[in-house]
């Protein structure tokens, strides 16, 4: 009876947050692709909320639980090898689902500095004159840093790009966020172990982030957001050990991953919390050396990018290249720029972040937020786990500051860092409510099965869609390609991806219209033949 009244609360909150989806897409008035949140979330989470909805009531049915309950025990007794599966099935489906290919211009910007690592550089180099076909004038300061000289930079923290570089150096970027995706799965077994003392309680979390479309639609991006996960999963178990320096260290790295905010709001409670135990002056301390290496990074990097693109065109410091000079400009740089990004909600980014937690439970598996938050009030005398939801609290509530959207993300991307204590908990909640077990692992294996199909399915046809916007050309040719561009679609830009150092056979421009082309080519391709013209863009083929 407790499973059914637990369906129907699943049910209950599908039905109000499809009727929230609605009315935040304007229903029934057509939603511009520029807001690309509002078009996700119509186009993508209400067809899945109704599916949330018929696993919760399917999965009150008997004949499901006992398979389901086997499940849930055979996942427990082989992480490494739910492991190792799971890296085969993401890397599938990074590179036939998501087609290998980086969709927003964020994922772009750190694949691109991750080739710049691999050739042993610390910037890419484009011709000078070919920098605004190359990439949009907006982009330029805001997402890469280009100097006159044809110098390029990722704007972002360089910890992730250096992630993927060793990946990028093989030839095979795809694979870093799937092999991520599986320590993350891993330490999510082991917390849930240790956090419980129950091995059972490590195949119940595996299951959960397995059965959430989630988990896997960020392992199958160049998103950051996996490696703050594991990043905070592990600084979590290392602060259990009480292996401060250590915990410092894995911070350190989370705070360079592409900006520091997702680990400050992670880590601030157990900061907090370190103040109130034995030794706070001592641990806090040991912990902060840990640290010290991240602040010394930054400040290198910061130092660096001034030095190679000033930052800024018309600086209130004069540019002497004296150090004081570069970190004074780079603080006040970063100033201009938490003033735009941080502010007091507007009713703007108040209904993007109902939007960002609709995803949020519509990309997990059924009820899984509600069993978490179940499994903390039944465990809220452990102080870990307490800590655990503070960090998820911490991270949601900190982004109600931030004064635009997640844009792009399959699931809800800014929550993601702080992910994994959902499961945990929600594995806390099967160790006191054994009632609910057999519909919480029918529902999470039949989640599983159909909905990460449904959201395979949808990653797919958008990606296919999206693609299918360059104008038809051969991969691996040598061939300029050109991509016109569509004010209605606003993010064919994004479209324009090359090697750093254009190394590739295949090199795509903005078009600038015909004639601009064709005299850009006869200048500096001469003896290229357009091959193709359409609505899309160009096609030149090189002798």
């Not at 799937?178 to 330490?187: D, G, N, Q, S």
């Not at 057999?438 to 046809?461: F, I, P």
């Amino acid at each position: 009876m407790r499973s059914l009244k637990f369906a129907g609360l699943v049910v209950l909150v599908s039905a109000a947050m499809a009727g929230f989806v609605l009315h935040y897409a304007e229903y029934p008035y057509p939603i511009w692709r520029g807001l690309i949140l509002r078009y996700l979330v119509f186009h993508q989470d209400l067809i899945a909320l109704a599916l949330v909805a018929a696993i919760a009531i399917a999965a009150c049915l008997p004949p499901l639980q006992r398979p389901a309950l086997a499940l849930v025990r055979v996942i427990g007794e082989r992480p490494w090898t739910t492991a190792a599966a799971t890296f085969v099935a993401l890397s599938i489906g990074m590179l036939y689902v998501a087609h290998g290919h980086a969709l927003a211009a964020d994922e772009y910007l750190t694949l691109m500095q991750s080739r710049i690592f691999a050739a042993g550089r610390l910037s890419g180099e484009y011709p000078p004159d070919l920098l605004p076909w190359l990439m949009p004038g907006h982009y330029r300061y805001r997402w890469i840093m280009a100097s006159d000289a044809g110098h390029i930079t990722a704007t972002y923290w360089p910890g992730f790009a250096a992630v993927i570089a060793p990946f990028s150096a093989l030839g095979i970027p795809w694979a870093c966020n799937p092999a991520l995706a599986a320590l993350a799965l891993v330490l999510i077994s082991r917390l849930s172990v240790r956090l419980l003392g129950n091995a059972e309680a490590g195949g119940w979390a595996s299951l959960f982030a397995l059965a959430s479309p989630g988990f896997a639609g960020l392992a199958i991006s160049y998103f950051s957001m996996t490696a703050h996960l594991v990043a905070n999963l592990l600084f979590v178990w290392l602060m259990l050990e009480r292996r401060m320096v250590a915990a410092g260290l894995v911070g350190s790295l989370a705070l360079l991953l592409h900006q520091p905010v997702p680990h400050i709001l992670f880590a601030l409670p157990w900061i907090v919390w370190l103040r109130f135990q034995p030794q706070p002056r001592r641990n806090i301390g040991r912990l902060a050396l840990g640290y010290l290496p991240g602040l010394v990074v930054g400040l290198a990097w910061a130092a660096f990018l001034h030095h190679l693109h000033g930052f800024i065109i018309a600086s209130p410091w004069p540019s002497d290249g004296a150090l004081l000079h570069r970190i004074g400009n780079f603080i006040w740089y970063w100033q201009l720029r938490s003033s735009w990004i941080f502010s007091a909600p507007s009713d703007y980014a108040l209904y993007a972040r109902i939007a960002e937690q609709v995803r949020l439970w519509a990309w997990t598996a059924p009820g899984l937020v509600l069993l978490a938050g179940l499994g903390w009030w039944l465990s809220r005398r452990n102080a870990y786990l307490t800590l655990l939801a503070a960090s998820f609290i911490a991270t949601v509530a900190g982004y109600f500051l931030v004064s635009f959207d997640q844009g792009y993300g399959w699931g809800a991307r800014y929550v993601h860092s702080a992910w994994g204590a959902l499961p945990i908990l929600a594995a806390a909640a099967m160790m006191q409510l054994p009632q609910l077990r057999g519909w919480a692992a029918s529902a999470a294996m039949l989640s599983l099965v159909l909905a990460t199909s449904l959201r395979a399915w949808q990653v797919d046809h958008f990606m296919s869609e999206h693609l299918a916007r360059r104008p038809p050309h051969e991969p691996g040719a040598r061939q300029l390609v050109f991509v016109a561009h569509d004010r209605d679609y606003y993010y064919d830009w994004d479209l324009v991806q090359n090697d750093p150092f254009l190394r590739s056979r295949t090199i795509l421009f903005l078009s600038h219209g015909a004639d601009a082309n064709r005299d850009m080519v006869e200048r500096k391709f001469p003896g290229a033949r357009k091959v193709h013209e359409s609505v899309r863009g160009e096609v030149w083929q090189l002798p």
